[in-house]
């Protein structure tokens, strides 16, 4: 019993420590002046596991956390040390600036701009309708985080003037590290497509499937195209000829297999049926890990679809079952001090907002306050979650990480650049 009590107390001394340590960087910052801060070596993570809930904004967290009784895997545990919020602009986000003095519970959107009519976010098929787009939508916004570039909106790891940018999943399987995509959306998906492939277009889904066959993963699930559906055989041998053990069911799906590809109908975020993001989830993270580490980008692609709906439960829903992916990864993870998990968004969808300070909100009472200012993609600010000592990445970049209301601000590029910099 004495050897558990001091175990645990080591635990919780090392962890305050840490977050003492981010404290101290924050001060340091805010207050404009400098204290002499320790040198970290440079270390890196042999595995890194990126989480993107879809459409997942700052408030569309909370109220899922109050929903859930006042806690979630991905904002409460110890082992979560750095909380930054991040912006999500693409190169073609026009709207209003970003209003740093409210609160930032606040959505930060000028209500009068929403008048809850469709807002002029879109895109055209070229990805080059530059100026008539507000807000990023989800090509411009998974390019971003997975290449560390800004771009227009619908390119794919592509550069306003169509050229291909190396994604994060290219540099690591360069590095010799086995790499994943597995989201709930279809595997075509804008968010899965900009680490998989290069197109100019995100609704060119043939040339995203004949893009996606060139990728480097290892493993790629997720819900099978209606383009793949009707030319099944086709992309079935195209696939097949780039060693993928192609599959259509979870049960079919085998951790022996040299590599995957695997269309799987309704993944749900929960519940009786299966397979569930999380089952999934575990099972990219066994068949991934080997001496070389690798590179997982898991996807909760629906929170954005019914955050459009304003469907709040919905909403909720689908963040709670993004959680619990993202808790089963964090278990799967233990003591192993050897992997970096990092969760963020694309962007916001809906401009979600409170009708009262959701302090003082309830799982009983959260959902009637629950009040929606858009039905498209907004600019309000998303999280960025890390599991894993960062402190060498803050130092070294301290200068260009803005420090306000006791929170670091990032962006996708800031993002992209700190799970670049831990994997080399
Ligand atoms: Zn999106």
Same mark, same amino acid.
Not at 94 to 102: H, I, L, Q, V
Not at 128 to 156: E, F, H, K, M, V
Not at 185 to 214: C, E, N
């Given at each position: ?200 277009? %995100? ?83 066994? @068949? ?47 003591? %192993? ?53 960062? %402190? ?12 306000? @209301? ?13 799970? %670049? @910099? @831990?994997?080399?």
């Amino acid at each position: 019993m004495k050897k558990i009590i001091i175990f645990l107390t080591l635990i919780f001394t090392s962890v305050f420590s840490l977050k003492n340590d981010y404290q101290a960087f924050a001060n340091n910052k805010e207050d404009g002046f400098s204290i002499s801060l320790p040198t970290y070596e440079h270390k890196t993570y042999k595995n890194v596991i990126l989480f993107i809930g879809d459409g997942m904004g700052v408030n569309t967290v909370e109220a899922t956390r109050i929903y859930n009784g006042g806690d979630l895997a991905m904002t409460d545990y110890l082992d979560f040390e750095l909380l930054a919020y991040s912006r999500t602009d693409s190169i073609t986000s026009t709207g209003f600036a970003y209003d740093e003095s409210k609160n930032l519970i606040d959505p930060g959107v000028n209500e009068e701009l929403y008048d809850g009519t469709p807002s002029p976010y879109g895109s055209d098929s070229l990805g080059t309708s530059g100026n008539i787009t507000l807000y990023t939508d989800s090509a411009a916004g998974g390019t971003a985080l997975a290449t560390g570039q800004l771009t227009t909106n619908s390119r794919l790891a592509m550069d306003q003037f169509g050229n291909p940018i190396t994604s994060i999943l290219e540099q690591a399987s360069g590095l010799g590290k086995k790499t994943g995509v597995l989201t709930s959306d279809t595997i075509d998906g804008a968010t899965p497509a900009a680490f998989l492939s290069h197109v100019g277009a %995100r609704h060119d889904k043939s040339g995203i499937l004949q893009s996606i066959a060139t990728s480097p993963a290892d493993l790629i699930i997720g819900q099978e195209p209606s383009e793949m559906k009707n030319n099944r055989s086709t992309y079935t041998s195209l696939y097949e000829s780039k060693g993928f053990d192609v599959t259509f069911k979870a049960d079919d799906l085998d951790i022996n297999s040299s590599r995957i590809f695997s269309a799987i109908p309704g993944i749900l975020p929960q519940g009786i049926f299966t397979p569930t993001l999380e089952d999934l989830t575990i099972f990219s993270l066994d @068949y991934l890990d080997n001496d070389e580490g690798f590179f997982l980008m898991v996807e909760g692609a629906n929170i954005d679809k019914q955050a459009h709906a304003n469907q709040s439960i919905l909403v909720i829903e689908e963040t709670l079952g993004f959680d619990h992916a993202i808790n089963a990864a964090r278990h799967w993870v233990g003591d %192993r001090k050897d992997t970096l998990i990092v969760i963020t968004a694309d962007h916001e969808t809906g401009a979600l907002s409170f009708l009262q300070d959701p302090s003082t909100l309830t799982k009983e009472t959260v959902i009637e306050n629950m009040k929606w200012l858009s039905t498209n993609h907004s600019r309000s600010l998303v999280r960025v979650d890390v599991s894993g000592d960062v %402190r060498e990445y803050l130092q070294k970049y301290e200068d260009e990480l803005n420090y306000i @209301y006791d929170k670091y601000y990032f962006d996708h590029i800031l993002v992209n650049r700190m799970l %670049r @910099y @831990y994997l080399s």
